[in-house]
Each structure stands twice: as structure tokens, then as C-alpha cells.
């Protein structure tokens, strides 16, 4: 069992979750844990629960021993610099090289599914460059391939749902959402548990669907009839720019519709099943969970 973990990005949606379970679920005494964030005056809540709280910034390399000290267990959960190419990957490179210095036994990482090259989405190469910096680092490693969360549906799905219509290039592709709280209930368990060499887990939901399955269910569950409009992905990328999204962003969505009608996002995995004992929530559920959301439009 890791004798002392540290969490990054414990101001981060993920990161609290993860300490959260091991707190609650893992049973993992406060002592060992540690929270990490640029801003660490955002973990007071954490610290009064007894957990240590340190400054953890990739852009400040130098300061990364210190944050690392006396470390175990290192989980990097990606970072969200992704408006500038290359970034997100040297501050990841940075707290490899950190935690390779400060004697930390073992990094576990967030990643994607399948970020090889040839993933079509525009990030993959920092998962991948990441994920291939782990490893020549000579560190024992667990790496996290976390599939896309279920919370990301309430970011577009309430606009199609409010317009009738919904845009997409993802083609008959296959997608198994999973809660993010799975997800954190998931790495909290493998942190928690005695290590058993270098692993990678792929983190899904149970069952696939495409697009017109998930405006289905979607419907079933609002009363609300949803069309699904199937686009080239040129035609999807002038769409969403006319909405006003920034072009940045809108390319970085259709990346994501590509990657699904790709099948490079189809993976459906037990893997949640294996480290957190329990099955993943089941996306109709979710749907039911958060209707009021949907339908806010």
C-alpha cells in the first residue's frame, strides 16, 4: 500500500473527487494524503479535514521538489492548459522530471483512450507524449485512459434538446460515457490498493451507444424530440463558428465528433468495475438524474 499520496489539481472537479474517496470510501487516513493546486488558499475545506495542502504549479518547475518531497504516490491529473499547443505537455513533462527527482516511487497519470498518434482528437499528442514521458522515466507507473465523462452531455445535449436538433459529424460511431464520480471512485481505489506492477486501465461506461441512441434516450427521458442531423465534419466546423464559438473551439469539438466516427473512443471496458467494486452508473440514468438540467436548454 502507498504510504503517501498526492493528488494535483485538488481544486479541480476530479482531483477533489478522488480525495473525496479516498477520504470516504478507501478509508485512507489524512495523514497520507496530500492535496496539490496552483492555488492552495482553494483547499482550506481539505486541510480542515487534515489533509497536508501544497502549492503545485507545472509553470514553475523549480518549485516541484519541494511540492514532491516525501512523496509515494504522485497522481498528475491533466492539466486544463489547452488554448496553447504544446503547454499542457511540457507541464506535464516537467512534473515527471520533478517527480523522478524527489525520489516519488510511483506516478499515476489521467490520460485518454487510445492517444496514440492518428487519434483524430486535437490533445491526444499531450496524452501521449505524457503518458511515453512516464514511462521512459524508469518510475513505476499507473496510468488512468479515462473515457469521456457523462457530465460533458449536459455542455451541448440541453441546446439540442431546447432546438429539436442536434449537429453532429460522429457518423454511427460508439461512445460509452461514464460519470466522472466513477471515474474518482475508481483511481481512489487503485491509489488506495498495494500496486501490483505497471498498469494502464481504460475507464468506460458498460454499454456504447452512438448518437442516435443517446437523442433517443435523451427523448425518452425529457419528452422532448431531438433530430439528429449527421454533417461532414467541414459543414459541423462552419456551423459551430457561426454559433460564435471561437474557431479554437470549435475545431476542438468536431475533433471529438471525429474521434467517435473514428471508433477510437468505441472502447468498453470492466476495468471500473475492477478497481471500485461497483458497476458504473448507466447513462439513462445519468439522463434521469440531471432532467431538470437537460431541459434548462
Known amino acids: 500500500m502507498s504510504e503517501t499520496i498526492l493528488v494535483t489539481g485538488a481544486s479541480g472537479q476530479l482531483g ?29 475545506d481539505l486541510a480542515d479535514r487534515g489533509i497536508t495542502t501544497r502549492a503545485v504549479d ?23 492548459a489547452l488554448g496553447e499547443p504544446g503547454k499542457r505537455l511540457a507541464q506535464h513533462k516537467a512534473a515527471v522530471a520533478a517527480a523522478q527527482k524527489a525520489g516519488v516511487r510511483r506516478i499515476a497519470y ?19 507524449g505524457t503518458e511515453q514521458a512516464i514511462k521512459e522515466s524508469g518510475l513505476a507507473y499507473t496510468i488512468f485512459r479515462n473515457g469521456w465523462y457523462q457530465e460533458n452531455l449536459l455542455m451541448g445535449l440541453p441546446h439540442a434538446i431546447a432546438s ?4 453532429t459529424s460522429a457518423g454511427s460511431g460508439r461512445l460509452a460515457h461514464v460519470a ?11 491509489l488506495a490498493s498495494k500496486p501490483q506492477g505497471n498498469a494502464t486501465y481504460t475507464l468506460t461506461g458498460s454499454q456504447a451507444f452512438d448518437t442516435d441512441e443517446i437523442a433517443a434516450l435523451a427523448s425518452a427521458v425529457t419528452g422532448k424530440p431531438i433530430e439528429v442531423v449527421h454533417l461532414s465534419d467541414e459543414a459541423l466546423l462552419e456551423g459551430l463558428k457561426a454559433s460564435d464559438l471561437p474557431a479554437p473551439v470549435a475545431a476542438l469539438l468536431v475533433s471529438f465528433d471525429a474521434n467517435t466516427r473514428a471508433g477510437t473512443i468505441s472502447d468498453v ?7 471500485a467494486g461497483i458497476e458504473p452508473r448507466p447513462l439513462r440514468a445519468f439522463l434521469e438524474d440531471n432532467k431538470e438540467a437537460l431541459l434548462a436548454g
Open 110 to 128: 489521467t490520460s485518454m483512450p487510445n492517444p496514440e498518434p492518428g487519434n483524430p482528437v486535437l490533445f491526444a499528442g499531450d496524452h501521449y
Open 58 to 80: 507545472f509553470d514553475k518547475p523549480s518549485e516541484l521538489g519541494a511540492a514532491f518531497a516525501g512523496i509515494d504516490t504522485l497522481l498528475v491529473v491533466s492539466t486544463d
Open 269 to 275: 471496458t470492466n476495468d471500473v468495475k475492477k478497481l
Open 164 to 167: 429539436g436538433k442536434w449537429f
Open 16 to 44: 477533489r473527487l478522488v480525495l473525496n474517496h479516498l477520504l470516504e470510501t478507501q478509508k485512507v487516513t489524512p495523514a497520507r494524503l496530500v492535496a496539490g493546486s496552483r492555488e492552495p488558499t482553494k483547499l482550506s
Open 180 to 190: 466522472r464520480e466513477d471515474i474518482a471512485r475508481a483511481i481512489a481505489a487503485a
